[in-house]
């Protein structure tokens, strides 16, 4: 499997455990990780162990910049970056010991038009075989920093479906909106997302999974919906399977999300299986929500959950 990932809004994420955070107060934590973030680098972080090379596209600046790619080069995890005049971000999570998380992330950016262009001419560079293999999936991952239309998602996904190359899409917003009527292969929202981009709340599964399959072939894709402690759905025309979430302890949901999608995406195309792939991205996204900030199981640890984690096929 040939695959890449884009992270348009890179991030470090700074991590921070609390016996009992309170807004509005001093406090002072027990302990604290500095990870490299952002979806498409922790989705190529989590490829990576699964024993795929993945090229991390996306931008780099500042020394929160070069901390990113140092920290990439001692996982082994390749990048391609353009340089940007704006700083790399750093998102702050901050964890008590209730289970309680709270997130404080920085908007990103702005890129401007060149830094913008010489990624689009980087990637397309890849998709024209300029870079050395063709992709089989390219990953979109994460929201677009300031100085990035929403609709480049849509630009992206309409370049790679005419090369053959399955689009990954996993945002919000203006940029699901847009970038979901270029058809992409698989999204990957949450239910919030999925929620946020239907304009209402689900009352029942079954009103979820109908929504989700009209949507689903509305726009030809896959969705793999993630439920957080309540497991996760892979929703298509070819059927619909629910997987639990095992019971673990809770020291950091930074890249759950991420760690998932990389897992299923890797399995899925080992097995064509949508039940299998579920099964061993819950395993995976269990395993490292045991782990503080963005730390990353091992491999072996990548499937400690599988016996536990049953996949039942609804429609
Ligand atoms: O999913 C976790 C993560 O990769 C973290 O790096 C966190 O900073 C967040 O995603 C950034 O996501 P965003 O949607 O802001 O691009």
Redesign the pocket.
Known sequence: MNIATLTL?P?L?RSMLFEKFEAGALNRATSAVTTV???GI?VARVLKICGHDAVAYGFAGGDNGEMMKRMLDNEGVKYDFVETAAQTRM?IKIVDKSGEATEA?ESGGPMTQSETDELLKNIDDLFSGKKGAVPDYFVMS??VPRGIDPSIYKTITENAKKKGIKIILDCDRDALKLGITACPFIIKPNKFELEQYAGKKFETENELIDYALDLAAKFELKIVLTLGEKGAMYIASDGVWKVNAPKVEMRGF??A??SFLAAFVSTYDRTADPAEALRFAASFSAAKVELEG?LLPTKEDMTKYVGVIKAEKLR
């Open positions: 809004n991030a994420d973030g952002g979806k922790n998102n992330s994460g929201s930074t890249g999300g991420d963005t």
